[in-house]
C-alpha cells in the first residue's frame, strides 16, 4: 500500500470520486429520503377528519344569531350595514362599498370580506364571480370548487335574506414559494337594488377549530341589512 | 506542430494542449456578438474560442443546464447527472400527476440542492478544506434560505391578510425588496472565500456562488413548503397548474438561483482574483459594477414574472431567464478555464483524460477531447508527484 504524499495526482488524470453507479444511488436514496420524512410530516399534520353531525343535505346548524350589543358598525353609503365584535375582528381595508374584517388565532388566519354593489350591475352569482376570480390569483392555478362534502354551505344567507353560495379551496403561491393551503366561501343575495356578497379566506385546517371560526362569521354576516329593512 | 490560433508549437492531436483550439481547422470566426454587446475584447480567447472549455461537445453560449451547473463533472458522471436530474423531475410530475402535491413540492424543493451536494462531493471540489468550504457555500445557502423564509413570513403576510394586501404592496415587497435581500444573502457566504489565494481562480467562485444559491433556494421552498403540508396528501387543486407550479420548484427557480449567483461570485473573483490581464477577458459581464445589477435584474424579473404573469407563461419567461443565467455562468466558467491555460507553462507527463479516456500531455486542454483539464475532478491521491517537463520551443517568433 503506498504512503500517502499528500500530492496532487496531474490535474485531468483523475475521475469523479462516486462513479455512475453511486451518483445515481445517492441522488435516489437523498431524495426517497426526503419524501419520506414529507409522508411523516403530512401524516402528522394532516387534518382530523370532519365529523358530520347533521344528516346529509339538510341544514341543521344551530342557530348562529346573537344580541347585537357592544358591536361596532359598518354603514356603507352603498346601502348596507353590519355589526361585528371588535375584539374578535380587526378592520383591514375598507372603503365606502365593502370592509375586510381579519380574525387571527393561533390556528390560522380567517378574512371576512364583505362587499356590495347595486343589482343592475351585478347579480349575486356575478359578484361571487368577481370576487373568487380576483381572489384566484394568489393561490396555484385557480381556486377550484370544494368537493368536501363538510365544507358545502347549506342554505346561503346574507343578513337572513335567502342567497347563492359555494366553497372553494386553493394553495396560496407567491414568488417565494408556496404557502397555506386555504378554503374560501362566498355566499350572495339581494334585495332586488342592492347585491351582497360575504367572501371568506381561512388558513384554519383544523375541521374543529374550522367550524368555530367559520361559526363567528356566519354571525357577521347575519347582522348585514339592506337600506329600507327593518331594524337598518 | 504548430497552432494557428496560439501559435504554440504542440504535439498532434485533435486539440491544441495550450489553447483548445481544434487543430486542423483555421481559427473560427470570432464571436462578434459578445464583443458588440457586452464589450469582450475580440482577442480574448472567450471570443474565439467556441467550444466551452469544459465540455468541448457544446458550443459557450448553449444554455445546457448539466454541463453549465456541474462543469467539473467528466463525461461518463455527466449522464448520471442527467439521468438523476431527468428522473428526478419525472418522480417530481408523477406525484403531481396522483394529486400527491405536497410530496412533489418537497421532492421538486430539494431535487436540484440534492444534485448540487452530490456535485460537490464527486469532484471533490473543496479540495484540502471541505468544512471552510461546505460551511460557506451549502450550509451558508441553506441556513440563509431558511432564516429568510422565516423573514418573509414574518414582513409579509402568507395567510389570509394576503388576500387583502394591495396588488402594489405586493409588487413592492415580494417582487422587489425581498428578492434583493435574497441576492445579497446568497452571495454573502462565497465572498468569504474570496480572499483565499487556494481558491483563486474564476471556476471556484462560480462553484462556490452556485453552491450557495441553490442551497438558498432548497432552504427557502422547503420552508415556505411546509406550510402547504397542512392539507393532507391531497390538497384540492387542479393538476395542469400543479404541475406547472412543481417544475417551477424543481427546475426553473433553482437554477436562476444557481445560475445567477454562480455567474456573479465567478465575476468576483475574475475581477479581484484573476491576473491583471485577463480581468477585461469577459467584457462588461466580468465587472461586478455591471454584473450585480445584472443578477439583480434576473432575480426580480424572476420574482415578478411570477406575480404578474398566468402561472403557465410565468414558467415560460424564468425558463427563458434560466437560459440567460445559465450562458452568463457558461462564460464566466470559460473565461475562468481559459485563463489557466495562459498561466501554465511547462507540459507535464502523458496522462489518462479523466473525460474521454485518452492519452494526452498534462498541460491546460486534452489533446483528444478538448477538455479542459482543470475542469475535471480535483481528487489528492498517495500517487508521487510528478515533475513538469519543459514545453517544446516555441517556433518561429
Redesign the interface.
Known amino acids: 500500500m ?20 453511486r ?2 444511488i ?3 436514496a ?2 426517497a429520503l ?2 419520506g ?3 411523516g ?2 401524516a402528522l ?3 382530523a377528519p370532519a365529523k358530520v353531525l347533521c344528516p346529509p343535505g339538510a341544514p341543521c346548524a344551530p342557530p348562529s344569531g346573537k344580541p347585537l350589543a357592544n358591536l361596532k358598525t359598518f354603514r356603507s353609503p352603498a346601502g348596507f350595514r353590519l355589526e361585528y365584535d371588535g375584539s374578535t375582528f380587526k378592520v ?2 375598507q372603503a365606502s362599498d365593502y370592509i ?1 374584517l ?1 380574525a387571527s388565532t393561533r390556528y ?4 371576512l ?1 364583505i362587499e356590495g354593489a347595486p343589482s343592475s350591475q351585478l347579480s349575486p352569482q356575478a359578484m361571487i364571480k368577481r370576487r373568487i376570480d380576483d ?1 384566484g390569483g ?1 393561490v ?3 381556486l ?1 370548487i ?3 362534502p363538510w365544507h358545502r354551505i347549506l342554505g346561503a344567507s346574507v343578513g337572513w335574506r335567502a342567497g347563492v353560495g359555494a366553497n372553494y ?14 378554503t374560501v366561501g362566498s355566499v350572495a343575495a339581494t334585495n332586488g337594488k342592492l347585491t351582497i356578497a360575504a367572501t371568506y ?3 384554519v ?1 383544523d375541521e374543529r377549530h374550522r367550524r368555530g371560526v367559520l361559526t363567528g362569521l356566519d354571525q357577521v354576516v347575519n347582522t348585514a341589512r339592506w337600506q329600507g329593512d327593518l331594524g337598518f | 506542430m504548430r497552432c494557428p490560433s496560439c501559435h504554440n508549437e504542440v504535439p498532434d492531436g485533435n486539440f491544441c494542449v495550450v489553447c483548445g483550439h481544434e487543430l486542423g481547422k483555421d481559427v473560427p470566426e470570432r464571436h462578434r456578438f459578445l464583443t458588440a454587446v457586452f464589450g469582450v475584447p475580440s482577442e480574448s480567447l472567450l471570443a474565439r474560442r467556441r467550444r466551452f472549455a469544459a465540455n468541448p461537445r457544446e458550443g459557450v453560449l448553449r444554455p445546457s443546464v448539466v454541463t453549465s451547473l456541474f462543469p467539473q ?2 463525461q ?2 455527466m ?3 442527467r ?2 436530474l431527468v ?2 423531475l419525472a ?1 417530481v410530475l408523477a ?1 403531481g400527476l396522483a394529486k400527491l ?3 412533489g ?3 421538486g ?3 436540484v440542492p ?2 448540487a ?2 456535485y460537490f ?4 471540489v473543496y479540495e484540502d478544506q471541505p468544512f471552510r468550504v461546505v460551511a460557506v457555500t451549502l450550509l451558508w445557502g441553506a441556513a440563509t434560505g431558511i432564516g429568510y ?1 422565516f423573514l ?1 413570513r414574518t414582513v ?9 394586501e394591495s396588488n402594489g404592496h405586493q409588487l413592492l415587497t ?2 422587489i425588496l ?2 434583493l435581500l435574497s441576492v445579497a444573502l446568497m452571495l454573502a457566504g462565497p465572498l468569504i472565500l474570496l480572499p483565499y489565494r487556494r481558491f483563486n481562480d474564476a471556476l471556484d467562485g462560480a462553484t462556490f456562488g452556485a453552491g450557495s444559491g441553490v442551497a438558498f433556494a432548497g432552504g ?2 422547503i ?11 391531497r ?4 393538476v ?3 404541475l406547472v ?1 412543481l417544475a417551477d ?1 424543481a427546475i426553473a427557480l433553482p437554477v436562476l438561483s444557481m445560475a445567477t449567483v454562480g455567474a456573479l461570485a465567478g465575476a468576483f473573483w475574475l475581477r479581484y482574483r484573476a491576473p491583471v490581464g485577463d480581468r477585461r477577458a469577459l467584457g462588461r459581464l466580468g465587472k461586478p459594477v455591471y454584473a450585480v445589477p445584472l443578477a439583480c435584474l434576473l432575480i426580480l424579473a ?3 414574472i ?2 404578474e404573469l398566468p ?1 403557465l407563461l410565468a414558467l415560460i419567461v424564468l425558463l427563458a431567464l434560466d437560459a440567460v443565467a445559465l450562458v452568463w455562468l457558461r462564460a464566466v466558467v470559460h473565461v475562468g478555464l481559459l485563463e489557466e491555460a495562459v498561466e501554465a507553462e511547462a507540459y ?2 502523458e ?5 474521454c479516456g485518452h492519452p ?1 500531455h ?1 498541460h491546460t486542454f ?1 489533446e483528444h477531447c478538448g ?1 479542459a ?2 475542469a ?11 515533475s513538469p517537463v519543459p514545453p517544446p520551443e516555441p517556433a518561429g517568433g
Open positions: 503506498a504512503a500517502e504524499t499528500g500530492q496532487p495526482r496531474p490535474r485531468g488524470s483523475a475521475g469523479s470520486r462516486l462513479g455512475r453507479r451518483t445515481l445517492g441522488a435516489g437523498l431524495l426526503f419524501v420524512a414529507a409522508i410530516v403530512v399534520r394532516k387534518p383591514q381595508g375586510q381579519l390560522g388566519e380567517s378574512l370580506w381572489l394568489r396555484i392555478g385557480n377550484v370544494d368537493a368536501r379551496a386553493g394553495t396560496i403561491d407567491t414568488p417565494q414559494g408556496t404557502a397555506d393551503p386555504v379566506v381561512t388558513t385546517t | 463533472l467528466p461518463s458522471s449522464i448520471a447527472f439521468v438523476s428522473g428526478g418522480v406525484l402535491f405536497p410530496l413540492l418537497i421532492a424543493a430539494v431535487l440534492t444534485l451536494i452530490l462531493v464527486d469532484v471533490d423564509a418573509v409579509s403576510p402568507t395567510g389570509a391578510r394576503l388576500f387583502a415580494r417582487g425581498l428578492p427557502a421552498l420552508v415556505h413548503a411546509f406550510d402547504t403540508l397542512a392539507d393532507g396528501f390538497p384540492p387543486g387542479q395542469g397548474p400543479w407550479k420548484i424572476g420574482a415578478v411570477q406575480l402561472i507535464g507527463p496522462i489518462t483524460c479523466a473525460n494526452t498534462a486534452c477538455v483539464l482543470a475535471l475532478p480535483k481528487i489528492r491521491t498517495s500517487a508521487p508527484p510528478v
